[in-house]
């Protein structure tokens, strides 16, 4: 075999999936291959499918030419995509030799290859051949000539505009052999359908047809390139063979651009070359049927090679076929910058194709240094001297905005007649494709109203002699008499050319660029896998951000359309705004679709918050404080709370009073962290605030905090309200209305409860909820029979509280010095929990009062509470629900402990609280998972009709993959070979891919 060849980059396999369907299919494939290789031009491996026989798949990558043992009828299909992905990545190894199934199959190719050529019959039709068809196509344009006269005298508002009358004239256009004319016309009810200026496009593309009838029946009289021209747009057949005998043109091409269309399931890629050397354009088109199956010899856009190419025989010669290649294709960092590359160079050549070919739609270009504007007039191109061009009209070139940010680029496009169409951008060294959205709207051309009003009446009603024409356009009309549709028609054509080859450019001025952004770029690799996992809003996307966090990469400007689209989700939209930074934050400004993210944008962490005794020398961080957007000042606050605890509620005391809206509620949230006595006057401050939401913000606060007299007043309600008598009755007395004083602390406030959780009208029951909720747990040690004053157990989280008393305050139990645990008379130590949860509850309030302990618990974060609730209370709808939060609370040893007592046949409780657990999960933890796993796989291979096998835990599986350290990747592999059941191996392969994926993923951002 020949040397291996270099893998392919993921865009290049990308490029060659039949549709998006297949590449998803394919990317969840990855974890089934085995007996992978690569030798010379050949991949080859064997997948695991559903059956007991793994598929085989081959690739020869010269072609390249797929084979594979699926009975799929795409190609490639799901399985050579994958493999193709898999060698794409690095996870397939160099081989001496193809393997023997591959061997076989690549030796027929060869032979084939080898085999001389069979004599091929002569292409070239007779001269009765080409007689027969010109005379076909001759009639049937005179016919449309009839038809299009018809329309005009008739009136474009007053004709058949519905499918079915174009499908008819079309259908007769294929009778003549005229399928380029055919194509047209059935492009036509389409476009009336979705433009509002339907009647000057109509008007347009029947004086087009109009024009190329003439020009076809003159035929003979044009010079030969112009014929071939004509030829073309009819549609007429033109042979490789003669394409491939016109002369050569080498040069290093730049691959500038990529574009795939489909229609009626013929799908058609476009790619844009530039000659480095000449400048010439050359655009190469390809076709495929039912799937996009395009050959992969064509270099993907960044790359050059040196290489003939062969013109296809015209007016304004473009298309063109490969010929001989003179060396392999490579990334190009710079683009000629010489002659042609201006706007008005752009305008200059589209004039001159024009003239030689005046059916050209478009003409490519290539602009440097411009800059794309927003402006009154739509999106333009800019360059350095304000000249302007505008872009197509109702176009959405996001991408393009955000690669350039408002600084020159090089934008490779084409000049149409409603304006230009971008379709890559070059920019630090890399083109980069503009997934442009095509326009839905065009806007009308004044020079043509009267002419287009003249139509729409019909020639019938009105005659267009009194139309004012340029003095051009006038002399050029022909002055014959005749038919009156025929002079419009010939007036709309030449007017239409006037206006396309003579248009100005325009003038706009240049808008304030995107500042540049310090951070250190995002590796490619690593932003690549970010733009697949908010494709498929991947589970590891919480473990790319935490593991991304710490480097505060930003992202490739390209990516900021994604990244914006997808922070709609609140749960991602932090991590994703801080990603986007600058670039991000300029871009959403522009777009009304992200204008409302601009208050969620983190301030930049390139702007320290320093200690209060500098401030006085950070004057511009203060300025984000006092003019920032609310993301940035909650961002400031933050970082100021974390570094100086005290100056972060003083500078919030001294904004309180000119506080408003839904920040208010948001800024007081952010004394949570580092939270101590010290805060307290500002939160009793807070619960008179008119904001409801401002009010249940303090009161959480305060419920957390030790020895508060808020924690104080809810004990004392508590204490009022419950009452445990020695023999474990318990009586409960809510009042139906409360004081004002309960009412201040929001025990009344409706809004502080979601929907009604407890199926009764009776308020008193939500009332005392709220009261046990945001009562100090501490406080139940005075309510519970059999506890007593003793020191406390237990001790807040590290660093959540500070400056905690040690003394009760006035009210007895209501401070933080009550205990959670007290000793019994028999010298035993008694659990408050514990105690509290043997009481027999009133059947009326039992639901609420537990549902108050799930709730102060949590807010508390109480771990004895937590680990008696979790064991012992009987669970109601809500602490169901909650049953994982709380699980979160108790120490890791228990939570383990816990864990490892679940055997396979309580995998529904496994799943439910192992997203408890730390991640990655511990090694105990991961080591017990693997074995229940391998016990079920064995049960299900012992018994494969007795359960639904795999299936039932797929939950579990899923998990596995996301939360399972990445290093157990060679245990699962090993465990998938031990496992006899095809579906237990499967599943077992996937699982051992996520991993190697995970630890793939953490590697590109290290």
């Keep these: 075999m020949t040397d291996r060849q270099a893998p392919w980059t993921e865009d290049q396999v990308r490029a060659l999936a039949p549709d998006a369907s297949s590449l998803a299919a394919a990317r969840k494939l990855a974890g089934r291959w085995r007996a992978t290789g690569a030798a010379g031009t050949a991949v080859w491996g064997l997948c695991q499918g ?40 690095g996870a397939v190894p160099a081989q001496d030799a193809p393997a023997d199934f591959a061997a076989e199959w690549l030796a027929g190719r060869a032979a084939k290859a080898a085999a001389p050529p069979k004599a091929k019959a002569a292409a070239t039709p007779s001269q009765a051949t080409v007689e027969q068809r010109r005379a076909r196509v001759s009639a049937g344009l005179t016919e449309l000539e009839v038809w299009l006269t018809d329309q005009i005298r008739t009136g474009l508002a007053q004709t058949d505009r519905s499918f079915a009358a174009y499908e008819a004239i079309a259908a007769r256009m294929v009778d003549a052999q005229a399928p380029g004319v055919a194509a047209t016309l059935r492009r036509l009810p389409a476009a009336v359908v979705t433009t509002e200026h339907w009647p000057e496009l109509l008007l347009r593309e029947y004086a087009r047809l109009h024009l190329l009838v003439l020009a076809h029946r003159t035929l003979d009289a044009l010079p030969e390139p112009l014929q071939a021209g004509i030829r073309t747009h009819v549609g007429y057949p033109t042979q490789a063979e003669t394409v491939l005998a016109e002369p050569a043109v080498r040069d290093r091409w730049l691959v500038l651009g990529m574009r795939v269309s489909e229609e009626e399931r013929l799908y058609t890629r476009r790619t844009w070359l530039r000659a480095r050397g000449s400048g010439r354009w050359a655009v190469l088109i390809e076709h495929s049927f039912g799937t996009p ?62 003239s030689n070919d005046p059916w050209l739609r478009a003409w490519p270009a290539l602009l440097t240094e411009v800059v794309p504007v927003l402006g009154e007039h739509g999106w333009q191109l800019v360059d350095a001297d304000g000249v302007a061009l505008p872009l197509s009209a109702g176009a959405r070139p996001w991408r393009l905005i955000a690669v350039s940010g408002g600084h020159p680029v090089s934008v490779t496009g084409e000049w149409r007649a409603d304006g230009f169409d971008p379709i890559s951008v070059f920019a630090a060294g890399e083109v980069t494709d503009l997934e442009t959205e095509f326009p839905t709207q065009s806007a009308a051309t004044p020079e043509l109203a009267d002419l287009v009003s003249v139509a729409l009446l019909g020639t019938a009603r009105r005659n267009a002699d009194s139309v004012e024409l340029a003095g051009a356009v006038a002399a050029a009309v022909p002055q014959r008499s005749g038919e009156p549709a025929v002079r419009l028609l010939d007036t709309a054509a030449l007017q239409d050319l006037y206006l396309r080859g003579g248009r100005l450019p325009g003038s706009a001025p240049k808008p304030d660029p995107a500042s540049d952004d310090p951070r250190r770029l995002l590796p490619r690799q690593a932003a690549d896998r970010l733009r697949r996992l908010l494709a498929d809003k991947s589970a590891f996307l919480p473990e790319w951000f935490a593991a991304a966090e710490p480097f505060d990469f930003r992202l490739p400007d390209v990516l900021c359309v994604q990244v914006l689209t997808a922070a709609s989700d609140s749960g991602l939209r932090a991590p994703l705004l801080r990603l986007a930074g600058r670039r991000g934050r300029w871009l959403a400004a522009r777009n009304p679709a992200w204008s409302g993210l601009l208050d969620s944008f983190p301030v930049d962490r390139s702007v320290t918050v320093e200690p209060a005794v500098r401030r006085s020398e950070s004057a511009g961080t203060q300025d984000l404080w006092l003019f920032g957007a609310p993301g940035e000042r909650k961002d400031w606050l933050a970082q100021l709370r974390r570094t100086d605890p005290t100056a972060a509620r003083e500078t919030l005391s001294a904004a309180w009073a000119k506080e408003s809206g839904p920040i208010k509620a948001e800024l007081l949230a952010l004394l949570g962290a580092g939270l101590s006595l010290d805060d307290e006057p500002l939160l009793e401050r807070a619960l008179d605030d008119r904001r409801g939401d401002v009010r249940r913000t303090a009161a959480g606060l305060l419920a957390r905090l030790p020895g508060s007299a808020f924690g104080q007043r809810m004990a004392a309600l508590v204490s009022s309200w419950v009452r445990v008598d020695p023999d474990g009755t318990v009586a409960v007395t809510v009042p139906a209305e409360v004081d004002a004083e309960a009412r201040r602390d929001g025990i009344t406030d409706s809004t502080d409860q979601p929907k009604m959780r407890w199926d009764t009208p009776d308020s008193t029951v939500k009332t005392l909820h709220q009261a046990i909720a945001a009562t100090p747990l501490t406080a139940w040690a005075s309510v519970v029979p059999g506890t007593a004053a003793a020191a406390p157990t237990s001790t807040p989280p590290s660093g959540a509280v500070r400056g905690v008393q040690s003394s009760a305050e006035a009210v007895p139990g209501a401070g933080c010095g009550v205990p959670d645990s007290a000793e019994a008379v028999d010298g035993s130590r008694v659990d408050t929990a514990t105690a509290a949860l043997t009481i027999a509850l009133p059947p009326r309030y039992a639901k609420a009062i537990v549902d108050g302990w799930v709730d102060a618990t949590l807010a508390q974060r109480d771990t004895t509470w937590a680990r008696a609730l979790f064991a012992h209370a009987t669970p109601t709808e809500q602490a169901v629900l909650r049953r994982r939060e709380l699980f979160t609370l108790l120490d890791a040893a228990d939570r383990i402990e816990h864990v490892l007592d679940l055997d396979a046949h309580q995998l529904t409780e496994l799943h439910a609280i192992l997203p408890g657990l730390d991640h990655p999960w511990p090694r105990q933890v991961a080591d017990h998972v693997l074995r229940l796993l391998g016990e079920r796989a064995r049960t299900t291979a012992r018994q494969p009709h007795a359960t639904a096998g795999v299936y039932t835990d797929r939950a579990l599986l899923t998990a596995a993959g996301v939360h399972l350290p990445v290093d157990l990747a060679t245990r699962v592999t090993a465990l998938a070979g031990t496992t006899e059941d095809p579906a237990w191996q499967q599943a077992f392969r996937r699982l051992a891919h996520d991993l190697t994926d995970r630890a793939t993923m953490l590697e590109e951002l290290s």
């Design 50 to 89: 559903s059956g007991s026989k793994p598929y085989q798949t081959i690739v020869d990558l010269a072609g390249p030419a797929y084979k594979c043992s699926c009975p799929s009828r795409k190609f490639p299909c799901k399985h050579a995509l994958s493999l193709l992905l898999t060698w794409s990545g």
């Design 293 to 354: 199956n395009f050959t992969g010899e064509v270099p993907v856009p960044g790359h050059e090679v040196d290489a003939d190419l062969h013109y296809y025989p015209g007016a304004a010669p473009l298309r063109v076929q490969w010929g001989t290649r003179h060396g392999a294709p490579e990334p190009f960092t710079t683009v000629p910058s010489t002659d042609g590359t201006t706007i008005d160079d752009a305008l200059d050549a589209y004039a001159g194709a024009l």
